[in-house]
C-alpha cells in the first residue's frame, strides 16, 4: 500500500513556528514519518504517511505525487521575518526565502491553492483540522523587500521584475571593495569578475539587464555576461571602446524553478580598464512560443 | 606588501621619460616607481616601442630621464645587449684594458675570462666599430660577467648569437650567478616564465608590475596579438 503522502511549504512570518509544530504534531500522531528531505521519507518513511516539510521546489518534486499544503504570506511579512533570523547575511536570507517563493509559485502553477498564515485552523488531507497556536506579539524589523520584488504576487506573471542592487552580487578580488560599488580593476587575466546572486526563479522566460560604468583609459574592453541557472545560461560578449554608462541585457528560459545567476567576465587579459558594477534588474517575459516547460 | 628579495637593491620614484620629438610630447611612460631586490628577477615586457630598451638604458645611466629618481644600492651592468659603452675605435682588447682600469680590476686576468667566454680570439685586435652586432653584444656579456656585477641589466642579449652562445649566456647568468639580481627586457616567454619573479609591463605610457609571471605573460601575449 502506497503511503498518504502530504507536503507543506511554508513561508516565514510571524505563524510559521506554530503552523510547523502544529502540523509535525497531527501528522506525528497519525504515525506520519516527518522530514525535511525527499530523499530521506523515499529510504525512511514509513508506510502509514509520510510528511514533508519542504524548503525548495527541487524538494517538492522529488517528493512526487503528495497532497500539497502551502501556507503563505505577503511578501513584506516573509522579508522581514527572515530579515530578523539573518540579520547580518540579508543576502543569504533572501536566497533562502527565494528557494520557498519559487517553490510557492511552482506549486501554484500545478494548482495547488494557497492558504494564509494568519488563519487559525487548517483543514489537512488525511490529518483533519489543524489549530495553531497563537504567536507570541513580535514586530520583525522592517527590510527592503525590493529585490524579491517580482514575488508580489504569489506567482510572478509577466512583467514581474525587480531590481538586484551591486551588493547582492559577490566581487571577485574586487580592489577598493570599501567604495560602493566597488571599483574592479580589469587589469589581469580573462577572469570572472562579479556574480550572483542565486536567487530562485520559478519556470518561464526572464531577463537581466546589467548596469555598468567603464573606463577604457584609452583601450578596447571586452566582457563577457552570462545569464541563466549553472552551466545552463545564455551568453553574451561586448567589446567597449568609449568610457560611459551601458546596459546589457540578455534573456534565458528556466525550465524549472533555478538559481538565477548574472555572470560578468573579462573575457579575456587586459592591460587597462576599470569597471563598476552597479546592479541588474529582471524582468519576468513572455513565453517564446513553442518553449517546453518541465512539466513534473 | 612585497618583500625585496635579499633587501633592496634599487629604488625608482617617479621615473618618466619623454622624448623632445615625441608626437604631441606624449611621454614614452611616466610615474614609474618600483623596487628591485638585491636577489630579484625582473622582466620588462612591452610591445615593440613602448620603451622597454629606453628603460633599460636610463637605469643603467646610458640615457637620462625626463622626471624621476634612481637609487641603486648595489651595483649595476651596463645595458648588456647594448654597444654604447664602447670606444668605437679602441680595439676589444683596449676597451677590455680601459674598463678593467675603470673597474679597478687586473686586466689580464679580466682579458683571459673575456676571450674565454667571447671566443672573439684574434678579433680582439680589430676596433670594436668593425664589429657585427653580435660580436659586440659577447664582447659586452663577457666584460659584464668579468666584472661581477651585482645587478645585471639584459636588453635581449640572450637572443644574440647561436643556439650554443645563447646556452653559453643562460648557464653562466641564470645557474652560475644564481645570487644576482637581473632586469631583462625580453620577448622571449618562456625565458622569463622560468627565470623572472616580477614582470613590468610598460604598454602606451602606463607600467604595471606583476608579481604573477604568468599573469603578466597572458596580458601581454593579448598586447601583441591585438
Known amino acids: 500500500m502506497n503511503p498518504a503522502k502530504i507536503g507543506f511549504l511554508i513561508l516565514p512570518s510571524p505563524h510559521e513556528r506554530a503552523w510547523r509544530s502544529a502540523v509535525t504534531e497531527a501528522a506525528v500522531a497519525a504515525g506520519f514519518s516527518v522530514a525535511k528531505s525527499a530523499t530521506w521519507l523515499k529510504s525512511n518513511g514509513n508506510a502509514v504517511g509520510q510528511l514533508l516539510i519542504a524548503g525548495s521546489a527541487a524538494e517538492a518534486r522529488d517528493f512526487g505525487d503528495a497532497h500539497w499544503v502551502v501556507v503563505t504570506t505577503e511578501l513584506t511579512t516573509a522579508v522581514n521575518t527572515m530579515s530578523a533570523r539573518v540579520p547580518h547575511a540579508l543576502s543569504k536570507g533572501y536566497r533562502l526565502l527565494a528557494e520557498l517563493l519559487a517553490a510557492q509559485a511552482w506549486l501554484i502553477d500545478k494548482g495547488v491553492v494557497l492558504s494564509h498564515s494568519d488563519e487559525k485552523s487548517l483543514d489537512l488531507p488525511y490529518l483533519g483540522a489543524i489549530t495553531r497556536e497563537c504567536a507570541p506579539d513580535e514586530s520583525p524589523p522592517v527590510a527592503d523587500a525590493s529585490p524579491l520584488s517580482l514575488y508580489c504576487d504569489a506567482a510572478p506573471s509577466v512583467g514581474a521584475s525587480a531590481e538586484w542592487p551591486h551588493d547582492l552580487f559577490v566581487f571577485k578580488n574586487a580592489a577598493k571593495a570599501i567604495l560602493s560599488p566597488p571599483h574592479i580593476d580589469l587589469t589581469g587575466r580573462g577572469r570572472v569578475l562579479v556574480y550572483g546572486p542565486r536567487f530562485a526563479l520559478p519556470p518561464g522566460r526572464w531577463q537581466a539587464t546589467a548596469n555598468f560604468t567603464v573606463d577604457t583609459e584609452g583601450s578596447d574592453l571586452f566582457l563577457k555576461f552570462q545569464w541563466g541557472v549553472g552551466e545552463d545560461f545564455h551568453e553574451m560578449q561586448v567589446t567597449l571602446q568609449n568610457s560611459g554608462a551601458y546596459e546589457v541585457t540578455l534573456d534565458h528560459a528556466w525550465n524549472f524553478v533555478g538559481s538565477a545567476e548574472l555572470r560578468v567576465w573579462a573575457a579575456n587579459a587586459h592591460f587597462l580598464g576599470r569597471m563598476e558594477f552597479h546592479g541588474a534588474k529582471v524582468v519576468r517575459l513572455p513565453d517564446l512560443e513553442g518553449e517546453l516547460r518541465c512539466a513534473s | ?226
Open chain 2, 1 to 226: 606588501m612585497w618583500d625585496a628579495p635579499g633587501g633592496i637593491g634599487l629604488e625608482v620614484t617617479g621615473l618618466g621619460k619623454t622624448y623632445k620629438h615625441a608626437p604631441g610630447g606624449r611621454p614614452l611612460f611616466k610615474d614609474l616607481s618600483f623596487t628591485v631586490g638585491r636577489q630579484d628577477r625582473l622582466a620588462v615586457l612591452g610591445r615593440n616601442g613602448q620603451g622597454k630598451s629606453t628603460l633599460i638604458k636610463i637605469l643603467g645611466g646610458a640615457l637620462g630621464a625626463t622626471s624621476g629618481r634612481i637609487d641603486w644600492r648595489m651595483t649595476n651592468s651596463w645595458p648588456i645587449g647594448f654597444a654604447g659603452g664602447f670606444q668605437g675605435s679602441l680595439s676589444g682588447r683596449d676597451n677590455i684594458r680601459f674598463l678593467s682600469r675603470l673597474y679597478k680590476r687586473d686586466f689580464d686576468e679580466m682579458l683571459r675570462r673575456v676571450d674565454d667566454f667571447a671566443e672573439l680570439g684574434s678579433k680582439l685586435a680589430l676596433p670594436v666599430k668593425h664589429y657585427s652586432s653580435g660580436m659586440r653584444a659577447r664582447l659586452a656579456f663577457g666584460l659584464s660577467l668579468t666584472i661581477e656585477f651585482e645587478c645585471y641589466l639584459i636588453d635581449e642579449l640572450v637572443a644574440v648569437g647561436d643556439a650554443r652562445f645563447q646556452r653559453k649566456c643562460r648557464e653562466e647568468l641564470f645557474e652560475h650567478r644564481a645570487d644576482r639580481a637581473f632586469i631583462m627586457a625580453s620577448h622571449d616567454m618562456r625565458l622569463i616564465e622560468k627565470h623572472c619573479e616580477r614582470v613590468l609591463i610598460i604598454e602606451s605610457g602606463r607600467v604595471k608590475m606583476f608579481h604573477d609571471v604568468r599573469e603578466a605573460i597572458d596580458i601581454y601575449s593579448w598586447l601583441r596579438a591585438a
